[in-house]
């Protein structure tokens, strides 16, 4: 055989390999689920403005295991807007999600994890922020882009009514979470949520405290133009922080410090997006939205240090890109390989239901 065709052929066989190496989990199963909320977690930590956001479904998931009895996890979930404003310390397992009609906002990530002696680490993600409007209604409430003039002018005269009421304290605005308007017989009816945080003013200016101990909270105003009410919930930073495995950690959780809008609002949307993109080392390794499906046999596995899969999960169709194929090419220690027919069209078509996507725990 010439040196070119045994490269082929070499590299047609270090491909095979691949494919068989990449377990297929069922979405719901522990350990994957584990990973979706590590991956929620430390999305909800990469941005300062805006909400917290819940797992609402893992859509997919592959696991690439490696000789050294550690692996690779590529996960597509399914996140949505929670009330809880990001620098309020309640764990987001306490937070209500927003409901379809109030205009829920999804994210939809691709995250890659690194699971090493048994820890989890995010490594890379791309998401993608989106409002569901497939369930408005004539005459709801209606999603206001952040800079919308008119609605950051109810804004600033709620939280002057604010300060006019509060005695000895006076807050200043951090962030702008959202901001709705209804048409009513009496006009435009505002709903606007904001941040404040506690500020030292002399001579009618005022500067917000950037100190972890400065009060702080959630406002939300409602009314017409020059009536609004407001009604505002202060942060405790008193709240233990809980992990995914619902355990207290020992220290409670501070808050960030004030990152406060400079040079006015600018966001032409209604909502604040999560971070698009992080990729420092994994490039090329997160799947397109959009990826081709082909059918991948499934070994079983036997897992020495954690369990990487649901033993009970049966073989079934898969979606793998070019690039995945290429980083697993190592023949993992922990896999126990057998021979796996390919389905024919006789098959029991129950044998071929996919492990993903899995429940839906919102809607």
């Known amino acids: 055989m010439n040196p070119l065709g045994f490269t082929l052929v070499l590299g047609l066989l270090v491909g095979i390999q691949a494919q068989i190496n990449v377990l297929r989990p069922l979405c719901d199963s522990p350990d994957v689920e584990e990973a979706a909320l590590v991956a929620r977690d430390f999305l909800n930590n990469q ?10 479904r893992i859509d997919d998931v592959k696991i690439l295991p490696t000789p050294d009895g550690n692996s690779t996890y590529f996960l597509d979930i399914e996140l949505l807007e929670t009330d809880c404003h990001v620098m309020d310390p309640t764990p987001v397992a306490n937070c209500s999600v927003r409901p379809k009609l109030l205009t829920a906002i999804e994210g939809d990530c691709d995250v890659v994890l690194k ?3 048994g820890t989890l680490t995010v490594a890379a ?16 409430p209606t999603l206001l882009p952040l800079n919308h003039t ?19 304290l006076t807050y200043a605005l951090v962030d702008v979470g959202r901001m709705s308007s209804q048409v009513v017989s009496g006009g435009a009816l505002y709903t606007v949520e904001y941040v404040v945080v506690e500020a030292n003013c002399l001579n009618e200016t005022c500067t917000p405290l950037n100190d972890t101990m400065a009060a702080r909270g959630i406002c939300t105003a409602k009314g017409f133009h020059a009536e609004p009410t407001v009604n505002c919930k ?20 501070l808050p960030p410090l004030v990152h406060v809008h400079s040079g006015g609002i600018k966001h032409g949307r209604g909502h604040h997006k999560l971070t ?35 033993p009970s999960s049966a073989p079934a169709t898969s979606s793998s890109s070019a690039s ?40």
């Open 47 to 56: 941005h300062n403005h805006g909400y917290k956001y819940a797992l609402n």
């Open 115 to 117: 699971k090493v002696n």
């Open 125 to 140: 993600f791309k998401c993608k922020t989106e409002e569901s409007t497939e369930d408005l209604c004539l005459g709801c």
């Open 150 to 168: 008119a609605a950051l002018d109810f804004v600033h005269a709620s939280l002057t009514k604010l300060n006019n009421v509060t005695e000895n």
């Open 234 to 253: 202060m942060f405790s930073y008193l709240i233990p922080l809980v992990d995914s495995n619902s355990t207290v950690a020992a220290e409670p959780a």
């Open 276 to 310: 698009a993109l992080h990729d420092p080392h994994m490039s090329g390794l997160l799947s397109a939205e959009s990826e081709s499906a082909e059918t991948v046999p499934v070994a079983p596995t036997v897992q020495v240090n954690a369990a990487v899969a649901d």
């Open 324 to 363: 995945d194929d290429s980083a697993s090419a190592e023949v993992p220690l922990s896999v126990v390989k057998r021979a796996v027919e390919a389905p024919t069209a006789q098959a029991d078509p129950v044998a071929l239901v996919p492990p993903c996507p899995g429940k839906i725990r919102f809607f």
